[in-house]
T-cell receptor, first 115, second 114 residues
Framework: DTEVTQTPKHLVMGMTNKKSLKCEQH?????MYWYKQKAKKPPELMFV???????INESVPSRFSPECPNSSLLNLHLHALQPEDSALYLC??????????????FGPGTRLTVL | GDSVTQMEGPVTLSEEAFLTINCTYT??????LFWYVQYPGEGLQLLLK?????DKGSNKGFEATYRKETTSFHLEKGSVQVSDSAVYFC?????????????FGKGTTLSVSS
C-alpha cells in the first residue's frame, strides 16, 4: 500500500464551526506533514510529526491544532477559521532516516472553504 | 537559504512536441531533487527523483538529470500528450534531514492541445 488517504475531500465551514481533517497512511512512515496550498502557489509547510511527536510548527495560528494519535494517523483540528484560510490542505508522509532522502508521498488533499 | 527556481509558465505545446521545464537550485550540501506533478483538482504526485550528482530520474517518459556543476534538474519529455497537462513542481530537500519541509519552486503550468 503506497497511498496516503485524506478525508473529507471537500469541506465547507462557517467561521464559528469546529471541524477536523483526517489523514492516514499504511506505509510504515514515521514522519507525517501538513501543508497548505493556495491557488496557483506551491505547498507551504504547516506542521511535521516525527515518531508521533510534533517536531516542526511553522508559526501556524492556534486556530489550527494538529494531532497524531498513532503512527498511521494524522488529524488537523480547525476552529474559528477565517475566510483567508480557504485552501487545499495536503497531508504527506515519509520515511525517517538517512536513506529516506526525505521523499514525501502526498495525499489527494482536502479542499476547505471558510464562509 | 536553500531555494528552487523554475521557468515561468504557462507552457503551451501541441501534442507530440518536446518538453523542457528548467529548474535550478541553490543549496548547501548535497540535496535530493524531485519533480512533482499536480493534475487539476488533485494532490501532488511524485514524478521522479534523483539523490546524487549525475543520477537520472525517469518515469512515464519524463526524465531529469541531477547536474551538480550547473545546479540544475531540468525536466524533459520527448513527446507530450494532452493527459500531461498539469502543474509541475521542482523541489529539493536536504537528504540528511528527513522530516523537514520540501523546498518547492513556484510551479510551471503545462497545457497540451491536440
Amino acid at each position: 500500500d503506497t497511498e496516503v488517504t485524506q478525508t473529507p475531500k471537500h469541506l465547507v465551514m462557517g467561521m464559528t464551526n469546529k471541524k477536523s481533517l483526517k489523514c492516514e497512511q499504511h506505509m510504515g512512515h514515521r514522519a507525517m506533514y501538513w501543508y497548505k496550498q493556495k491557488a496557483k502557489k506551491p505547498p507551504e509547510l504547516m506542521f511535521v510529526y516525527s515518531y508521533e511527536k510534533l517536531s516542526i510548527n511553522e508559526s501556524v495560528p492556534s486556530r489550527f491544532s494538529p494531532e497524531c494519535p498513532n503512527s498511521s494517523l494524522l488529524n488537523l483540528h480547525l476552529h474559528a477559521l477565517q475566510p483567508e484560510d480557504s485552501a487545499l490542505y495536503l497531508c504527506a508522509s515519509s520515511q525517517v532516516g538517512s536513506e529516506s532522502y526525505n521523499e514525501q508521498f502526498f495525499g489527494p488533499g482536502t479542499r476547505l472553504t471558510v464562509l | 537559504g536553500d531555494s528552487v527556481t523554475q521557468m515561468e509558465g504557462p507552457v503551451t505545446l501541441s501534442e507530440e512536441a518536446f518538453l523542457t521545464i528548467n529548474c535550478t537550485y541553490t543549496a548547501t550540501g548535497y540535496p535530493s531533487l524531485f519533480w512533482y506533478v499536480q493534475y487539476p483538482g488533485e494532490g501532488l504526485q511524485l514524478l521522479l527523483k534523483a539523490t546524487k550528482a549525475d543520477d537520472k530520474g525517469s518515469n512515464k517518459g519524463f526524465e531529469a538529470t541531477y547536474r551538480k556543476e550547473t545546479t540544475s534538474f531540468h525536466l524533459e519529455k520527448g513527446s507530450v500528450q494532452v493527459s500531461d497537462s498539469a502543474v509541475y513542481f521542482c523541489a529539493l530537500s536536504d537528504r540528511n534531514q528527513a522530516g523537514t519541509a520540501l523546498i518547492f519552486g513556484k510551479g510551471t503550468t503545462l497545457s497540451v492541445s491536440s
